[in-house]
């Protein structure tokens, strides 16, 4: 028998198998398609571990856990530590200046040093230069902690063998609400496109007064651009006008975007507490580890640390969430 | 106060629900505030219907719920858009909103007052989302309207009343009529100020969500329209031109 029993092989219970594994402990996954991809939403995700142009919107909590990010998937994958760039067009740069004021870690520039930094971002005059940020390949970084879970011996089965039961941890995002009854889904769409006569060379944010749209070089001229945030659980499809608004805006940064080819495009929830944080709660034996929001690659590696301290030392950390029985009853 | 649709708010504050850092952060700033209002997005978050997590979070509120007609461009749309909230928030109020220009998100005031006959005849309580003419404004209640919602500036702008000689003819044009400045409020002395001009309430969003402390500038807002409400009912002084002493100083013996 194994130690502990992970539900989901989304980025949250792949990091906590990978965080358990390391310090020695057994565990087995369950996952109905056996492997990462399109049935947890991030396989979806952007990739970037960006803890200071979260936290112009966020809680001090992303900015300070997210600093953490880069290190831990810098021993599990490839991470590019390039920075991000965030640009707004002339009429929005009063939205820029308050971006600015919410956060930190960031240099000013102009014209000629955005051009300096990004060729094939031409016409913006005013910018922001994140040095300490990075970005990695959602599915790339997905695959590699799988392929070295099962080096390890761990399996991932959609009908685990029978027999007893470590105990289980579930990490199964947006479908663990059937118990976790204050998690709800924020819908985000997004698209894959090819540009190859485009290049950059880290995630580039265009300020919008709604989004915060993003594209990501995933290299070889492929790019992810992203993505939208609807108060919604429907995950059906894409809208046009979704699309219009995430074309557009790789449209305003080069109107040479207008030439890419649609890949992909992918719509999913992510799984989100009231306050939008990652919690980790005990209910009756199973600890639920949910609640990732739109930070799945910022933050699974500090939320697959509190799991492993509770489990392994009872040691509760800050995501631990004790008191959620009282708080919801408040 | 003059009641809206025969409902008499404990507090001139109406909250937007948009673009906050998230719903617990808006609930505090509802609760900082004791906003009476909610208002609320159909159009975009509409598509799982009523057991949706955020409006079920925004009900918990306790407050009244105002459902718009946000991003519609049609007489049609708004319509459509106006019978779901009726349906999901079961409440005849709907703040109809209709999108005339894309830069400004200027109202379309000829479609508004077609929507607003509408929905008025079909039993909508409509507060319609205008500007500070005077001659829409009579229209809108010739449609049916019993409120009227104009702007201070361009919504999300935060540039205070634009036209603050327009906003008070309003208010003596419709001595009876609840009127609301909705849209363009950035800070606290705009509230204050378009309750000074005895307007009945102040709708506003964008100003405390996306402030750096949401929850503070709620507060900041809540503080605002009272100290406004107060001073218009207190009858403030005129402006003048020339010093007048608080204390008289005739009589008194003047040294050099």
Known sequence: MTDFRILGAGVAGLAVATELVARGARVDIVDPMEMPGKQSCSWWAGGMLAPFCEFENAEDTVLRLGQNAKAWWARHTQVTENGTLVVAPARDVPDLKRFARRTHGFDWVDGPGIAALEPDVPGFKTGLYFREEAHLDPRNALHDLFLALKRQGVSISATPARGPVGQVIDCRGFAARDVLTDLRGVKGEMLVIRAPDITLTRPVRLLHPRLPLYIVPRGDGVFMLGATMLETSDRKRITARSMLELLTAAYTLNPAFGEAEVLEIGVDVRPAFPDNLPKIRRIGSTVYANGLFRHGFLLAPSLAHGVAELVLNANITELVDEDHTERRTA | ?256
């Not at chain 2, 673009?19 to 617990?24: E, H």
């Not at chain 2, 975009?44 to 079920?56: C, H, L, S, V």
């Not at chain 2, 309750?195 to 964008?206: Q, R």
């Not at chain 2, 809540?222 to 403030?236: C, F, I, N």
């Open chain 2, 1 to 256: 106060m003059r009641a809206f649709y025969g409902t008499e708010l404990a507090n001139p504050l109406m909250l937007g629900t948009a673009q906050y850092p998230s719903p617990a952060i808006l609930a505090q700033a509802f609760q900082a505030s004791e906003a009476a209002v909610a208002t609320v997005s159909l159009r975009r978050e509409g598509a799982d219907g009523a057991g949706n997590a955020f409006w079920q979070m925004i009900r918990k509120l306790g407050v009244h719920v105002l459902p718009n007609t946000a991003g519609c461009h049609t007489v049609k749309e708004a319509v459509t858009t106006a019978h779901m909230a009726r349906e999901f928030f079961e409440t005849p109020w709907i703040k109809l909103e209709l999108i005339g220009h894309t830069d400004s998100l200027q109202p379309d005031v000829f479609q508004l007052v077609e929507a607003a006959k509408i929905l008025s005849d079909e039993g909508f309580q409509v507060f319609p989302y205008t500007t500070e003419d005077l001659i829409v404004g009579e229209r809108l209640l010739d449609a049916g309207c019993k409120v009227l919602m104009p702007w201070g500036a361009p919504i999300g702008s935060g540039r205070g009343l634009n036209n603050t000689y327009a906003l008070r003819a309003m208010r003596a044009e419709f001595p009876d009529t609840p009127l609301v400045v909705d849209a363009g409020i950035g800070l606290p002395s705009h509230a204050a100020q378009a309750m000074e001009l005895g307007f009945d309430a102040v709708l506003l969003n964008t100003a405390v969500a996306r402030a750096g402390d949401p929850v503070l500038m709620a507060q900041a807002m809540a503080g605002a329209v009272e100290a406004g409400r107060l001073a218009h009912t207190a009858d403030p002084i005129e402006p003048r031109d020339m010093a007048e002493a608080s204390t008289p100083v005739i009589g008194k013996a003047f040294l050099s």
